[in-house]
């Protein structure tokens, strides 16, 4: 992260200030500066002002990067890289093997197709300098480490939205790591995905990508953004997994809603659809 430059104020910084008030002798908690004060900030009556933290860190740090906008990669933590013995033998949150089939296998295959799609567009951002189109994925292992390594692939920049979780939680090693964020709020981390966004490409997924998707769709249903390429990779999987002809026939949406999703089953499918939609 880039330093504040204070050099134009005739005030002391707040780090500073923070400096001096350490030397102090006082140890009281009354005298600690409040920004300083982490019993203070961690309050419940301070909730709203770690929410507007929480929002800020990020979009200043992106702000100073110059990144004008991205394209948001989804899909399922548990579907690892084909070369490795862990392919579809990760264990559930609890760290306990859940007894299930086991579909990791055959749907880590994803995971190349995740790398390819983020090294053609990673390339495409470095034609604009890399201020356009920067992959930013959820920067855990899976589709969203795959994402992140193809942009560090071909030598471009990568954005991870981490988030705290019960059990250990920790960014890929592929993030550029000045653009790797950590979020307690699932709902400011769900704004930063979709803020600069030009395209969102889920691969096959659980709960978390679910969520998402269904997220962002509601979002361009209901006008609440502008709408934006949503792409769904891996047809057999998501066919299966939500029948859209069922709800239209129940009156839940509308056939005209379906027209919000594309779908594709490989990384040159879903590039070639997010270049005619940008008119590229």
């Known amino acids: 992260m880039k330093e504040?430059?204070?050099s134009t104020s005739i005030f002391p910084s707040a780090a500073e200030d923070l400096d001096r008030a350490r030397k102090s002798r006082?140890?009281?908690?009354?005298?600690?500066?409040?920004?300083?004060?982490n019993d203070f900030i961690l309050r419940e009556d301070l909730r709203a002002v770690r929410l507007q933290l929480e929002w800020l860190k990020p979009d200043i740090v992106l702000e100073e990067y110059d990144i004008h906008s991205t394209v948001v990669i989804f899909g399922g933590a548990r579907f690892s890289d084909p070369g490795?013995?862990?392919?579809?033998?990760?264990?559930?949150?609890?760290?306990?093997?859940?007894?299930?089939?086991?579909?990791?296998?055959?749907?880590?295959?994803?995971?190349?197709?995740?790398?390819?799609?983020?090294?053609?567009?990673?390339?495409?951002?470095?034609?604009?300098?890399?201020?356009?189109?920067?992959?930013?994925?959820?920067?855990?292992?899976?589709?969203?480490?795959?994402?992140?390594?193809?942009?560090?692939?071909?030598?471009?920049?990568?954005?991870?939205?981490n988030i705290v979780l019960p059990y250990e939680q920790k960014p890929n090693p592929y993030i550029t790591p000045d653009l790797c964020f950590q979020f307690h709020y699932f709902a400011?981390?769900?704004?930063?995905?979709?803020?600069?966004?030009?395209?969102?490409v889920a691969f096959p997924g659980g709960f978390g990508t679910l969520d998402e998707l269904f997220e962002t769709l509601t979002l361009i249903q209901t006008r609440k953004i502008k709408p934006v390429p949503v792409i769904l990779v891996g047809i057999e999987y998501w066919k299966r997994l939500i029948d859209f002809d069922f709800l239209i026939e129940q009156g839940a949406i509308s056939s005209d809603d379906v027209k919000l999703i594309h779908w594709a089953d490989s990384a040159e499918e879903a590039f070639e659809y997010l270049e005619t939609c940008w008119n590229i």
């Open 26 to 37: 006082m140890d009281n908690p009354s005298y600690r500066l409040a920004y300083a004060d």
């Open 188 to 200: 400011v981390r769900k704004m930063h995905f979709l803020k600069r966004a030009r395209g969102l």
């Open 84 to 161: 490795t013995k862990q392919a579809g033998n990760a264990p559930t949150l609890g760290g306990k093997d859940d007894g299930g089939p086991k579909g990791g296998l055959g749907n880590s295959r994803f995971y190349q197709e995740a790398r390819r799609l983020a090294q053609k567009i990673t390339q495409l951002s470095i034609e604009h300098e890399g201020k356009e189109f920067v992959v930013v994925t959820g920067g855990g292992p899976g589709i969203m480490e795959a994402a992140n390594r193809g942009a560090s692939d071909v030598g471009g920049r990568s954005i991870g939205l």
């Open 4 to 6: 504040p430059d204070n």
